[in-house]
């Protein structure tokens, strides 16, 4: 029995082995791979009006608030079901305020839609 091992075939296994590893990286414990489960998380908490994880989030300024979506890309994507939950859920968790109106903070550019948040305007109830 002949075994008959090349120098060239050991350097290929070895350049896919570290291909692969890279790739398995890159998805489980690189900063990029993180941040996509960020997005998706982030995403799913705007569709699906998740207000309890923008609660801690949201910045008051006289008789307007803030409420970050940390500029999510509504191109593909409609938010309205979820945006309209956001705010429900504001005025659930604030029933000192009565909500007056609201609106998106959005940039539409030529290829992307991006939404940077919401303003929701209130007064405090009497």
């Not at 990286?25 to 900063?31: A, I, V």
């Not at 990029?32 to 699906?48: C, F, M, P, S, T």
């Not at 803030?66 to 500029?71: H, K, R």
């Not at 659930?92 to 009565?98: D, F, G, R, S």
Request: proline share 2%; net charge positive.
């Amino acid at each position: 029995m002949d075994i008959h091992i090349s120098l060239r075939g050991v350097v290929v296994t070895l350049v896919i082995l570290a291909l692969l590893a890279g790739v398995i990286w890159l998805f489980t414990t690189c900063p990029i791979g993180q941040r996509n489960r960020y997005l998706d998380h982030l995403e799913a908490a705007v569709k699906y009006g998740d207000y309890q994880y923008f609660a801690t989030k949201i910045e008051t300024y006289g008789n307007r608030s803030f409420v970050p979506l940390y500029d999510v890309d509504s191109t593909h994507t409609s938010y309205s079901k979820g945006i309209g939950r956001l705010v429900q859920g504001f005025g659930k968790a604030h029933p000192e305020l009565q909500v007056v109106s609201w609106s998106v903070d959005r940039y539409d550019g030529r290829q992307r839609s991006i939404i940077h948040g919401i303003w929701i305007d209130h007064h405090v109830s009497k």
